[in-house]
């Protein structure tokens, strides 16, 4: 959720920054190319306007750098996070599963040994009776 607003945060920024561009261009064409000038003036002005409109773009082009390797980083601790949790508990899950296995074991062999030993004493008995049926 806070990443979600922090995306959200840098797209409004970079929004805003886009619009004051534009329009501070936008303004400055408009305020030279009406304002009463000799041609050497104007000619002047508006390179000086292209040079101001350079430096805002170079200052706006490094803000987006800026931006994008802080969301780059962002994103990379937030993948490590999520990587890590998904090895956490893939071996708390494994483990778990290596217990109960070991636990299911353990039971089988006890009730086998338990039926083994049920059969062999049910043998015995039927023998012996066998025996007695014979005697009589």
Known sequence: MMAENEVKGQSGTKDFLL???????????AALLLAPKSGKELRKDINAQVNRVVDATDDFRQTVIQKGEEFKHFANEAKD???????????ELIDKFQ????????????????????????SDEIDKKLEDLKNQ
């Open 99 to 122: 217990s109960l296995k070991n636990n299911v074991s353990e039971n089988a062999e006890e009730s086998l040994e338990d039926a083994k030993k049920a059969i062999a004493d049910l």
């Open 19 to 29: 619009g004051a561009l534009i329009g501070g261009i936008a303004g400055s064409l």
């Open 81 to 91: 996070k999520v990587t890590k949790t998904v090895q956490d508990q893939t071996t």
